[in-house]
């Protein structure tokens, strides 16, 4: 098992495009999280998948991000006309269940210039 | 929600020094975790600790739940320790599943 891999590692984008962002989490995992971190912040919550049923959404996710996880296994993040307020690094990240650790990816590093 | 204060905020150490992170909390939890963050940003789980205490190697941690701490210990310092340590946090008994994050100590050592 590799980790948690995430793809891209580095996007820069113009304003206004969309971004997509692809997360694999560890294959025993049903658990999958997306977090959102900018600088000098810790990692913050945007929102959680049990399986493939998104259960929770934090206010952060506005209604230009939506994330979906098709059969269960990867996840994508989509982010519509980008703002540049939406620089930052987003972490994806797995578990077995609620009481267990978490893996993190290594991050997918976004840009709007 | 649940309220994460780490101290200290930032810790300079010389090589072989011993540090000890602290970590407090709002309410109850069932989830606690210590993260490492390298300087690529990459991560990495430290301990699983909602209450009691572990070991790995320079790194212990104790979490004292009913008194709502946790401590990070880091003996003999090497540079490679060097990063952002964060706890996290998840409410006890709550729907919310997520865990709450602090806002990190930063660790610098120096050779």
């Known amino acids: 098992d590799t980790g948690v891999s995430q793809d891209p590692r580095h996007k820069i984008t113009k304003r206004g495009q969309n971004v997509t962002f692809r997360c694999d989490p560890i294959?025993?995992?049903?658990?999958l999280y997306w977090y959102r971190q900018t600088l000098g912040q810790g990692p913050e919550f945007l929102t959680y998948f049990q399986n493939e049923a998104q259960l929770e959404k934090s206010r952060l996710l506005s209604d230009r991000f939506s994330a979906e996880r098709p059969k269960g296994s990867f996840s994508t993040l989509e982010i519509q006309r980008t703002e540049q307020g939406d620089s930052a690094m987003y972490l994806c990240a797995s578990s077995a269940g609620h009481n267990y650790g978490y893996t993190f990816g290594s991050g997918t590093r976004l840009t709007v210039v | 929600g649940i309220q994460v204060e780490q101290s200290p905020p930032d810790l300079i150490l010389q090589e072989g020094a011993n540090s000890t992170l602290r970590c407090n909390f709002s309410?109850?939890?069932?989830?606690l975790q210590w993260f490492h963050q390298n300087p690529w940003g990459q991560l990495i789980n430290l301990f699983y600790?909602?209450?009691g205490t572990k070991q790995n190697g320079r790194l212990s941690a104790t979490t004292v739940a009913t008194e709502r701490y946790s401590l990070l210990y880091i003996s003999s310092s090497q540079t490679t320790d060097s990063g952002v340590y964060f706890c996290?946090?998840?409410?006890?008994?709550?729907?919310?599943?997520?865990?709450?994050f602090g806002k990190g100590t930063m660790l610098l050592v120096s050779p």
């Open positions: 996290a946090v998840r409410k006890g008994n709550s729907g919310y599943s997520t865990l709450t």
């Open positions: 294959s025993e995992h049903n658990r």
């Open positions: 600790i909602p209450s």
């Open positions: 309410d109850s939890v069932n989830n």
